[in-house]
């Protein structure tokens, strides 16, 4: 994408838990958080985002993870996005400005298997494969 500020990288699976030992009984860290990349304090949605909030996670490091498991078949025009790799491109272009205002540190996208046609606009967009 041009912007050496935003990386991001195409994900399968991306994670961190607190070990059960740091949980309270709901669950939750004393700081209430579910997971030490979750964020205090998550930021409004902001509504120029063609994707979701539904599909979208903001860890504690400023980043943003696009989780295309998430975007559910009523979602508009994310989920026709979803079947057709150059509205997807265009939609990704459009967030990664977004987030680069925002000045995001990093961008992960999960990519199910149905929809590895999105790999190639990902990719033209600068993401990287990270298993």
């Keep these: 994408n041009g912007n050496d500020e935003t990386r991001g990288a195409l994900v399968t699976t991306a994670s961190a838990t607190i070990p059960k030992s740091a949980a309270v009984a709901d669950g939750r860290r004393a700081s209430g958080r579910r997971s030490i990349d979750e964020p205090d ?41 979803l079947g057709d790799a150059d509205a997807f491109g265009d939609m990704l272009s459009r967030a990664l400005s977004i987030w680069a205002a925002e000045h995001r540190r990093g961008i992960w996208i999960k990519v199910p298997t149905a929809h590895s046609h999105l790999i190639a606009p990902a990719t033209q967009l600068g993401f990287d494969f990270q298993h």
């Design 41 to 81: 304090d998550a930021p409004e949605h902001n509504p120029l985002l063609p994707f979701p909030e539904s599909s979208l996670r903001h860890d504690t490091y400023n980043g943003v993870t696009l989780d295309l498991t998430a975007v559910a078949p009523h979602d508009g025009s994310a989920t026709t996005a």
